[in-house]
């Protein structure tokens, strides 16, 4: 139903009610007539007041009036307000409707997320209610998580993503009709980069580098309680025993403790078992070749020296890599 109020003198005052309809909480609020190039001031805003003593009773006890708080330059202070999802704003024109058939509006706002939204070309004359959904959100890139691990996104902000996770978005600078967007990210130890355009529509990107999933199978015949990988320029076993770390589906380390006797074992493969470990997982291993050695409950050591691994990867261990 059309919001309209007669003034007479054949003038009328038009209303317009905005509904926030996003589903999250909408922090700014600007409208313009269509045409302009100008949005103006905050709309969601209210001005600052402050309580003060304007005078007397006859029993001397003070009485209070209200007045808006003005800045040095004399300028009215004003403080804004959040419109929920429901919320709503009411805005007017007045006008003579024999003299002007049309009024409209553009209607532009920004969420909690820092996500702008619009509704061009609001006919206030005809339109009394425009609520503004997902619909009228701009353009948007998000990224998700296809690592299997967690990973932490530092550009172009910054965010906690599990896996398969999607980020808040991003949307192009000065309402750019195109632009390159970098998504900087870190998978434990390492970052990575990955890139994208975005134009008229939304974007997904989907973030899948990471370090390699190492599988260890031991072919041995016997049982292995130790295990080393270090660098494939390093000649010492350093980092200690990879047997004491577990692999969560989350790709967090869940502490394992080793076993001390052949009788009872944990942190162990067995043979024709496998332990399978992410190299994110291993501080100070930059990716590509890797010496590994595998001890037995017997005593004896199986080594594989510059192994390279850039891909998840199988890595069997026999009678063959005895040293």
């Known amino acids: 139903m059309l919001m309209v109020t007669f003034s007479g003198c054949g003038f009328s005052t038009f209303r317009q009610t905005i509904v926030n309809g996003t589903g999250v909480t909408v922090t700014e609020l600007y409208i313009r007539q269509t045409g302009t190039t100008e949005w103006g001031n905050l709309r969601n805003r209210n001005p600052v007041t402050e309580r003060y003593v304007s005078g007397y009773n006859s029993d001397g006890s003070a009485r209070y009036s209200t007045r808006n708080v003005t800045d040095a330059q004399g300028r009215t202070v004003y403080r804004a307000y959040s419109i929920d999802d429901g919320g709503n704003y009411s805005h007017s024109s007045y006008h003579n409707p024999t003299k002007v058939t049309s009024r409209a509006f553009d209607i532009l706002v920004k969420d909690i997320n820092g996500l702008y939204y619009s509704r061009m070309n609001q006919d206030i004359m005809t339109i009394s209610s425009v609520t503004i959904t997902q619909a009228d959100r701009h353009p948007t890139l998000v990224a998700q998580n296809n690592t299997g691990f967690p990973i932490r996104i530092n550009r172009p902000f910054q965010q906690n993503l599990r896996n398969s996770g999607i980020s808040r978005g991003v949307q192009n600078q000065n309402f750019a009709a195109t632009q390159n967007h970098i998504i900087s990210y870190t998978s434990d130890y390492y ?33 292995v309680n130790r295990v080393f990988v270090v660098k494939g320029s390093e000649q010492r076993w350093i980092g200690g025993n990879i047997l004491s770390l577990d692999l969560t589906e989350e790709g967090v380390l869940r502490e394992v403790v080793a076993g001390q006797t052949t009788i009872q074992l944990e942190g162990s493969i067995t043979n024709n078992e496998e332990y399978r470990f992410w190299l994110g997982n291993l501080e100070g291993l930059e990716p590509d070749r890797y010496n590994i050695r595998m001890d037995d409950v017997q005593g004896n050591s199986y080594v594989k020296r510059n192994v390279q691994i850039i891909d998840d990867s199988v890595i069997t261990f026999s009678q063959g890599d005895k040293q």
Not at 192 to 207: E, F, G, I
């Open 191 to 223: 970052n990575y980069t990955a890139q994208a355009t975005l134009s008229n529509q939304h974007v997904t990107v989907s973030l899948t580098e990471r370090l390699p999933i190492v599988t260890l199978r031991n072919t041995t015949g016997f049982t």
